[in-house]
Structures are given as C-alpha cells and as structure tokens.
C-alpha cells in the first residue's frame, strides 16, 4: 500500500473521529451545565439523584458504559440495534463527559461571590438575567483551563469507539497495521492526534486571551 492510499484511509477514519469529538462537544456541555444545577439543588432527590449520577458516570470505565448504551436497548427492549452503533456512541461520550463538565461547572459557580449576585439584585436583575449576564461569563473564564483538558482528553477517547465496531481513525490505522505489517500507520494516527490536540488547545488558549478582560 502506498503513502496516499494509506493517508485517503486514515483521512476517513479522521472525519469520524471529528463528528464524535463535535458531536459530544455539542451534547454534553449544555447537559453538564443542566446536571450542574441539579447537583446544586435545595431538594435533596434531585440533588442526590444527580450525585449518584456523576458518581456512576466517572466511577466506571468509558468503554464499559458504551457497551450498556449499546446493548441495552436489545436487552431491556428487544430492539434492533444494527444500526444504533454510531448513536450509541454519541449517546455514550455525551451522557460519560457532562457528567465532568457538570463537576467542572459546579466548582465554577460555587466559586463566585455572594456579592455578585447581591449587586445584581440591586441593580434590578432577576435570577436568570444575573446567572446569564455577569454570573456564567466570569464562570467560563474561571473553568476555560479545566474544560480545556477534558476537551484534550475526548480527542484522544474517541478511539474507544472501536469498541462497538465503530472505524474511527486509530482503528483504521491498526487495521492497516495489521494488514500491512507496519507500524508507520500507528505513528501516522499519533502525528495527526497531536495535530489536532494542538489546534484545540491554540483555540482554548486564544478564548482565553479574549476572556482576559475579567482579570
């Protein structure tokens, strides 16, 4: 196999391993934040009913809860499942990373001053316009660090994806090692992780230099 059809197929396995790292990206960050609110929560069900939660989701392995998420619709329900593999691993990746995202906001929020939401009152904002307006900009900007290495991290989870035959870049590559008797596939898959590890970190760090005015 020549250099170019090597990289076509590595390039194919790419473009999955992008819509798996988006595709959480969208899912669970706005549900880590959702998760957040219920940890923090007066009512003692919902608040601990999201711990139990949080605990569950980091307390077991990645690749153990997409194996659940993909056969447990066959086992509890009977339903077909040939192609429910790439949603199950959406499915599994969002529900595993806003359970830290949810941590990560938690720590964010509990950190800003009672002061803050006490100006805003006295300005005349209701909870929602203090949350949305002063409150979970200086949150970002405080938990930008943090969210930044767990985005670092499901760059490189999403090659668990093989776990449910899903062909994402790094099991292309160990499939054409395998075939090919070579290891330059493998180190290809690690050249373009770390290419892609690079730009989201230069994008974090850029956020961050544009959040800057907080300090």
Same mark, same amino acid.
């Given at each position: 196999?020549?250099?170019?059809?090597?990289?076509?197929q $590595?390039g %194919? %396995?790419?473009?999955? !391993?992008v819509?798996?790292?988006?595709l959480?990206? *969208?899912?669970?960050?706005?549900?880590g934040l959702?998760?957040?609110?219920? &940890?923090?929560?007066?009512?003692?069900l919902?608040?601990?009913? =999201? /711990? *139990?939660y949080? %605990?569950?989701?980091r307390?077991?392995?990645l690749?153990?809860? $997409?194996i659940?998420?993909?056969?447990?619709?066959?086992?509890l329900?009977?339903m &077909?499942?040939n192609h429910?593999r790439?949603?199950a #691993?959406?499915l =599994?990746?969002a529900?595993n990373?806003?359970?830290?995202?949810?941590? *990560?906001? &938690?720590s964010g929020?509990e950190?800003m001053?009672?002061?803050?939401?006490?100006?805003a /009152?006295? @300005? %005349?904002?209701?909870?929602? +316009? !203090?949350f949305?307006?002063i409150?979970l900009? +200086?949150? *970002?900007? &405080?938990? @930008?660090?943090?969210?930044t290495?767990?985005i670092?991290?499901?760059?490189?989870?999403?090659?668990?994806a093989? #776990?449910?035959?899903?062909?994402?870049m790094?099991?292309t590559?160990? +499939?054409?090692?395998a075939? +090919?008797t !070579?290891i330059?596939?493998?180190m290809?898959?690690?050249v373009?992780y770390f290419?892609?590890?690079?730009i989201?970190?230069? #994008?974090m760090?850029y $956020?961050?230099? /544009? @959040?800057g005015?907080?300090?």
């Open positions: 196999m020549d250099i170019l059809t090597m990289l076509k $590595l %194919g %396995g790419m473009l999955v !391993t819509e798996i790292f988006f959480t990206l *969208i899912l669970s960050l706005p549900l959702f998760i957040s609110f219920a &940890r923090m929560k007066k009512n003692c919902i608040r601990g009913g =999201a /711990k *139990i949080i %605990g569950v989701m307390g077991t392995p690749m153990l809860q $997409l659940v998420v993909y056969f447990a619709p066959y086992y329900f009977g &077909r499942i429910y790439f949603p #691993v959406i =599994a990746f529900l990373y806003a359970a830290y995202f949810a941590e *990560i906001y &938690r929020i950190s001053p009672m002061g803050q939401y006490e100006a /009152k006295v @300005l %005349g904002y209701n909870k929602v +316009q !203090t949305v307006w409150i900009p +200086q949150v *970002i900007k &405080r938990i @930008l660090p943090s969210v290495n767990e670092i991290t499901l760059v490189k989870d999403t090659s668990l093989f #776990v449910i035959s899903i062909t994402e790094f099991t590559a160990k +499939q054409i090692a075939a +090919q !070579t330059l596939p493998l290809t898959a690690g373009f290419i892609f590890n690079f989201v970190a230069g #994008v760090e $956020l961050e230099k /544009k @959040l005015y907080y300090k």
